[in-house]
C-alpha cells in the first residue's frame, strides 16, 4: 500500500480514510437516517486494522455526536490515527444549524470538538463551508492563530473555489482541500484539482461513490424506502432522470469490479485515486461489513482502458 504526503504536512496517508458523516446518527438536518453506535465503532476498528490510518469528521455531523463515537472508537487503541474535523456550522438549543466563521466562534468550536474527541491536538481542522463569505478572512487567520498555540497542527478547507484559497492563501499556507469527486461528479477536475497540484495543496476527496449511488448495492427500491431524515432522499442524483443514468453507471462498475474480484465501490473509489493531484479518499463506512466492501481500494487500481471504458459509458448516458 502506497501512502502520500498530505499538501505541506508531515501526514503520510493511506490511500482511503474512514468518513464519519453518517455515525452522526438520525434526527438532524443533513442525516444519513437511524445509526447504531456500536456498528460505527466495529466499522472503525475493522478499517483501522487493515491499516486505514485517518479518520474524517465534523462537528456538525449528528450535532456533535459523530465525534464522540470517534472518541469511543480510539479508546484503548494503542496505534492511533490521524483525527480530522471540520468548523463553521454550529448549531443552537433547537437544532438548528447556521454557518459562521467568527473567531469567537471558531475557537468555541475548536475547544468542543477537542473535549468531544477527546485529544489534545487536532491533526486537522478545517473551514467546512466558505460562508459567510465575507468571513473567511477572519475564520483562515482565527485557523492559523490556533495552529500557533498548538491547538491543531494543520489547518485547511473544504468546498472552497479556487479564489477563495487565494484569500486563504495570503493569511497562511493552505495544508489540504477538501472538494467532492465522483465519476458522477468530476467537476473540480477542470480548475480545482489543478490549483491544488500548482500550489502543493493535498485534496481529500468526498463522495467518491457519490453517498452510495456507486457501491453497487443501491437500487431504486432502496432509495424509495431511505428514513424520513435521510438527506439523499433530497438529492438531484437520487432523482430520475439521474437515478437511472447514475445506477447503469454503478452496473459497469459492477462489471469492471468483477474481473478482480473486487466490489463496484472499490472500482469507484479507485477512479478517483487514478487523479495525480488526489493525495486519498474520505470513504464512508456504517459497519464492519461495509469495510468489507470497500478496503480493497487501499490497493486496487485502475487501468487506462478501464478507466476510458468508464468515461466512455458515462459520456454515452450522461
Not at 23 to 44: E, L, Y
Not at 94 to 121: G, H, P, Q, Y
Amino acid at each position: 500500500m502506497q501512502k502520500k504526503r498530505l499538501g505541506n504536512s508531515d501526514m503520510e496517508l493511506t490511500p482511503i480514510g474512514v468518513g464519519a458523516w453518517a455515525m452522526g446518527g438520525g434526527g438532524w438536518a443533513f442525516a444519513w437516517g437511524p445509526q447504531d453506535d456500536s456498528q460505527s465503532v466495529a466499522a472503525i476498528h475493522a478499517a483501522l486494522d487493515h491499516g486505514v490510518n485517518w479518520i474524517d469528521t465534523a462537528a456538525v455531523y449528528g450535532l456533535g455526536h459523530s465525534e464522540e463515537v470517534v472518541a469511543r472508537a480510539l479508546t484503548g487503541r494503542s496505534e492511533r490515527p490521524y483525527v480530522f474535523t471540520k468548523c463553521e456550522l454550529v448549531w443552537d438549543d433547537k437544532r438548528e444549524i447556521k454557518r459562521c466563521l467568527k473567531a469567537d466562534s471558531i475557537r468555541r468550536e475548536c475547544e468542543n470538538s477537542l473535549k468531544r474527541l477527546k485529544v489534545e491536538t487536532i491533526d486537522l481542522y478545517q473551514i467546512h463551508w466558505p460562508e459567510p463569505d465575507e468571513d473567511i478572512e477572519e475564520g483562515w487567520g482565527t485557523l492559523a492563530k490556533l495552529k500557533e498555540e498548538g491547538k491543531v497542527r494543520w489547518i485547511g478547507v473544504s468546498n472552497f473555489n479556487a479564489p477563495q484559497l487565494e484569500r486563504c492563501r495570503g493569511i497562511a499556507p493552505v495544508t489540504s482541500l477538501q472538494p467532492p469527486y465522483s465519476a458522477i461528479s468530476p467537476e473540480v477536475e477542470e480548475a480545482m484539482l489543478p490549483y491544488c497540484a500548482q500550489h502543493g495543496i493535498g485534496a481529500i476527496v468526498y463522495s467518491p461513490m457519490k453517498s452510495g449511488l456507486l457501491t453497487g448495492t443501491m437500487t431504486k427500491e432502496r432509495v424509495a424506502g431511505f428514513p424520513k431524515d435521510d438527506f439523499r432522499r433530497r438529492a438531484p442524483a437520487f432523482q430520475e432522470p439521474q437515478l437511472s443514468r447514475n445506477l447503469a453507471l454503478a452496473e459497469l462498475m459492477k462489471r469492471i469490479g468483477a474481473r478482480h474480484g473486487r466490489s463496484a465501490g472499490e472500482v469507484a473509489i479507485a477512479w478517483t485515486l487514478r487523479h495525480p493531484a488526489v493525495t486519498a479518499a474520505i470513504v464512508g463506512m456504517r459497519s464492519a461489513e461495509q469495510v468489507t466492501g470497500v478496503i480493497g481500494a487501499l490497493e486496487f487500481r485502475l487501468s487506462p482502458e478501464e478507466v476510458a471504458e468508464i468515461e466512455q459509458h458515462r459520456d454515452a448516458i450522461m
